[in-house]
């Protein structure tokens, strides 16, 4: 079964087939939902659609507006406090993590909610709101709060979010590399740390040319005083 193939290739965890289909809520989250993502094509149906996804969430944890558009192959893995709004779209092969949000911030009838593109990977706790465009293959890193468009590959991190370094993105591009919770695990690649990095090495730099000008001076002075108490 490749939906189930693919979830062994995202989670180590996973032993069997049966206790994929028998254990994990993002699976029956899904499944619930494409019954009532039918349902919800049928103008009379839209109610016993909701009511479907409302007993998904009861039993998941999971809260998936049957109105979203969703492709192949979605993994929700361990899943509690997922919420994905009414006008959010999301590609194939897409892995969410718990407590995550595609969540709306106005109040027109029209597209609101974030549309995900191939292949992306949200971290557990992240929050994506407004009708943002998540690019293919991008990855969202653990508790990001994402309010504008993503470009493909990039991998972004923060409050509010912003995008690691650029030789990350092209290594990643080359190889589509599945990195667990969207966060990568060199901490150089976050843009605040090097920041951080680079200062406290120019500040180290300072303190030893202080410190050495001072011996320097200590050493001048310390001569100047030996010729006033001479003789000559």
Same mark, same amino acid.
């Given at each position: 079964?490749?939906?189930?193939?693919?979830?062994?290739?995202?989670?180590?965890?996973?032993?069997?087939?049966?206790?994929?289909?028998?254990?994990?809520?993002?699976?029956?989250?899904?499944?619930?939902?494409?019954?009532?993502?039918?349902?919800?094509?049928?103008?009379?149906?839209?109610?016993?659609?909701?009511?479907?996804?409302?007993? $998904?969430?009861?039993?998941?944890? =999971?809260? /998936?507006?049957?109105? !979203? &558009? @969703? #492709?192949?192959?979605?993994?929700?893995?361990?899943?509690?406090?997922?919420?994905?709004?009414?006008?959010?779209?999301?590609?194939?092969?897409?892995?969410?993590?718990?407590?995550?949000?595609?969540?709306?911030?106005?109040?027109?009838?029209?597209?609101?909610?974030?549309?995900?593109?191939?292949?992306?990977?949200?971290?557990?706790? $992240?929050?994506?709101?407004?009708? =943002?465009? /998540?690019?293919?293959? !991008? &990855? @969202? #890193?653990?508790?990001?709060?994402?309010?504008?468009?993503?470009?493909?590959?990039?991998?972004?991190?923060?409050?509010?979010?912003?995008?690691?370094?650029?030789?990350?993105?092209?290594?990643?591009?080359?190889?589509?590399?599945?990195?667990?919770?969207?966060?990568?695990?060199?901490?150089?690649?976050?843009?605040?740390?090097?920041?951080?990095?680079?200062?406290?090495?120019?500040?180290?730099?300072?303190?030893? &040319?202080?410190?050495?000008?001072?011996?320097?001076?200590?050493?001048?002075?310390?001569?100047?005083?030996?010729?006033?108490?001479?003789?000559?």
């Amino acid at each position: 079964m490749p939906y189930i193939d693919s979830i062994f290739a995202r989670d180590p965890a996973a032993r069997s087939r049966l206790e994929v289909l028998l254990c994990y809520p993002g699976v029956h989250a899904v499944a619930i939902y494409r019954v009532a993502h039918l349902l919800w094509q049928v103008r009379l149906l839209k109610l016993p659609a909701r009511l479907l996804t409302y007993l $998904a969430r009861i039993i998941t944890g =999971i809260e /998936i507006h049957p109105g !979203a &558009r @969703i #492709g192949k192959a979605l993994f929700i893995d361990h899943g509690f406090g997922v919420v994905i709004g009414e006008t959010a779209s999301i590609g194939d092969d897409v892995t969410i993590y718990h407590d995550v949000t595609l969540g709306g911030t106005s109040l027109h009838q029209g597209v609101r909610h974030p549309q995900v593109g191939n292949g992306v990977i949200i971290g557990a706790g $992240a929050q994506l709101l407004g009708p =943002i465009r /998540i690019g293919d293959f !991008a &990855r @969202i #890193g653990s508790n990001a709060v994402v309010i504008s468009d993503v470009a493909p590959q990039a991998t972004m991190v923060g409050v509010p979010a912003r995008a690691v370094e650029e030789h990350r993105e092209r290594a990643r591009a080359a190889s589509h590399v599945f990195e667990a919770y969207g966060t990568p695990q060199d901490s150089h690649a976050y843009p605040t740390l090097a920041a951080l990095d680079a200062m406290a090495n120019d500040i180290k730099a300072l303190q030893e &040319r202080v410190a050495e000008l001072e011996a320097r001076e200590a050493g001048i002075a310390s001569t100047a005083t030996q010729w006033e108490g001479s003789d000559v």
